[in-house]
């Protein structure tokens, strides 16, 4: 799924976040993009409607080396949350080599978790992708509000695969980091069993 460019001589891999409205996609994005270095980074994209918004941009993690003599540039993005906006949901899913879940910790958002996870496993299929066999990572966001679902409960729920997980508060950047590495190792891992 990944695309090579040969003649930049990179290896360009798409990372998707995803989850329900308002869970902290965009958050995650926006502390990653500040974070990183400018001359690392591309341009951060937003592509907004009237009702919805899909944030994107490209980067080039110096310390990662090279695979067979290729650098690798990392696209991420995030999905709107609404649920109702299914086909940018799916069109942002093409060509996805790995996925965050970004899952809202408060109480009353489980059920918009449950059923964005559905989505995206839906979504998958409909590409003819398994969620079996694309990388992803799950981050419970959000920890630090007070009605909060424990982490050992959204495990159960959330993480029945046993995926690499994390806690996270995307506001001050907690866990997000950690996220972010872990989805890149396993895109990392299938891009050289492929290799």
Known sequence: MSFINYSAREIN????????????????????????????????????????????????PLALGEIKGFKTRFHLYTVPGQIFYDASRKLILKGVDGIVFVADSQVERMDAN???????KDNLEDHGYSLKKIPYVIQYNKR?????????????????????????????????FETLKSVVKSVLAEIKKGA
């Open 144 to 176: 630090d509000i007070l009605n909060c679902v424990p982490v050992a409960e959204m495990k159960k729920i959330l993480n029945v695969d046993g995926v690499p997980d994390f806690e996270g508060m995307a506001l001050q950047g907690t866990g997000v």
């Open 13 to 60: 891999c798409k990372i998707v976040y995803y989850g329900p409205g308002l869970c902290g996609k965009t958050t995650n994005l926006n502390f990653i993009y500040r974070k990183t270095r400018p001359e690392s980074r591309g341009k951060m994209i937003s592509l907004a409607t009237e009702t919805e918004r899909t944030l994107f941009f490209d980067f080039l």
């Open 114 to 120: 449950i059923e964005s996870f559905d989505n995206m």
